[in-house]
């Protein structure tokens, strides 16, 4: 992409690797902002999953009147499921993995669609908290790998973080941020440097959070009351770690204590007793509250 000028790309076509709970928002929002969104999964039934969460999500938005129904039938027209990801990505002008955090995973397809999209194409990951510049190493096409960090939920969710490699070309960077602004977001742009700049402050607050509850400070109530009203934060670090999921949050902060040999980083007892309890949050139904 470095020679190439990407600066007035049309976006017809987003690809996004991974049909859950980011995949889905991210497609909706591209579906959204006039894009024909691709879902790719491992198989055609959990990309189809996907779908029907854009389906169940859009309907939500209609019942509150934030949408009329020739604009959902519109927007869910443009999503399309499949688990041929190479014809997918064959005609891709974005893509935008959103598989699970694991650094050998996300290289093998960025490796793997770096080398049957177009030339053109922006290539995107979604990882919260990995290197982007070891996402993208040996792919061939490093100067094109950039950091899109969605918030979930994305279709609420204002932030974009565009996370620039060691190699990310200015090109790169200037189509991310007119890709954030064709799906409505408002971007930031941060070095490369582990957590970057949302997950290293956010983890650390949600750290420093569970501490105060294990250390029988406050609840998880008040501590959550005290960010909502005090500092006006619109979810509290508890509830918003139920929402990530506590094993998601566990294996971040495991991975920036790791990278930055801080304490501050290291996970508290309560977190890794409840993950092992099973109690990852809202997808399991408990976490910090009851669901």
């Given amino acids: 992409m470095g020679d190439t000028d990407v600066t007035d790309a049309t976006f017809e076509t987003v690809v996004v690797l991974g049909s859950g709970t980011m995949g889905a928002g991210i497609a909706q929002v591209a579906a959204t902002a006039g894009s024909r969104a691709w879902l790719v999964d491992t198989s055609l039934d959990r990309a189809h999953e996907g779908r029907d969460a854009i389906d169940k999500s859009l309907q939500r938005l209609l019942d509150k009147g934030k949408i009329e129904a020739e604009e959902r ?63 993208a190493e040996g792919c061939g096409a490093e100067d094109r790998v950039v950091g899109l960090h969605f918030f979930n939920p994305v279709p609420i969710m204002q932030l974009l973080e565009i996370v620039r490699g060691a190699a990310t070309s200015d090109a790169t960077v200037t189509a991310a941020r007119a890709f954030g602004t064709h799906v409505g977001k408002e971007s930031i742009l941060v070095k490369d440097v582990p957590g970057f700049a949302t997950s290293r402050l956010g983890v650390l607050l ?77 997808k399991s139904g408990e976490g910090f509250y009851t669901y």
């Fill in 73 to 135: 039938d519109r927007i869910l027209a443009r999503v399309h499921a499949t688990e041929d990801r190479d014809a997918a990505v064959a005609a891709a002008d974005v893509i935008v993995e959103a598989v699970p955090e694991k650094l050998d995973l996300k290289r093998e397809i960025i490796a793997d669609v770096a080398s049957k999209a177009p030339g053109t194409c922006l290539l995107g990951t979604n990882t919260s908290s990995l290197s982007i510049a070891a996402i």
């Fill in 206 to 282: 949600g750290l420093e959070a569970m501490r105060m509850v294990q250390d029988g400070v406050a609840s998880a109530e008040d501590v959550d009351k005290a960010m909502e009203l005090g500092y006006r934060h619109p979810m509290g670090p508890l509830k918003l770690t139920d929402l990530v999921g506590l094993d998601v949050r566990l294996a971040i902060a495991e991975h920036l204590h790791t990278e930055l040999g801080s304490a501050a980083f290291e996970p508290p007892q309560l977190l890794r007793d409840l993950v092992a309890a099973g109690k990852l949050g809202r």
